[in-house]
Nanobody, 121 residues
Framework: QVQLQESGPGLVKPSQTLSLTCTVS??????????WSWIRQPPGKRLEWMGA???????EYSPSLESRISISRDTSKNQFTLQLSSVTPEDTAVYHC?????????????WGQGTQVTVSS
């Protein structure tokens, strides 16, 4: 059974960089044909797919976030990391990491429980 766990600060100041790590157990992030994704849900809004890093190390990002987002991985720790720069209060959301079978929302089969991140001074 694959398990994912998000970790990182729950409070980030405006203009700073949000950084979250997802630790995966029960499966390798280099296993063929899986895409390790970040998905968020702002309060009162729908889920938003942010981006993903593939088993190959390739990345794909939402066009709306492309100028601010970076997803990387540490295969030795079986972790992948989200960095979102220049945050504003509109980036306040519950952030989930997930395993997916392709890029985009709707392809995730295992999810982390999610972590609340608030952007506020």
């Amino acid at each position: 059974q694959v398990q994912l766990q998000e970790s990182g600060p729950g409070l980030v100041k405006p203009s700073q960089t949000l950084s979250l790590t997802c630790t995966v157990s029960g499966g390798s992030i280099t296993t063929d044909h899986y895409y390790w994704s970040w998905i968020r849900q702002p309060p009162g809004k729908r889920l938003e797919w942010m981006g993903a890093i593939a088993y190959s190390g390739d990345t794909e990002y939402s066009p709306s976030l492309e100028s601010r987002i970076s997803i990387s991985r540490d295969t030795s720790k079986n972790q992948f990391t989200l960095q979102l720069s220049s945050v504003t209060p509109e980036d306040t959301a519950v952030y989930h990491c997930a395993r997916a079978v392709y890029y985009g929302l709707g392809y995730a089969d295992y999810w982390g429980q999610g972590t609340q991140v608030t952007v506020s001074s």
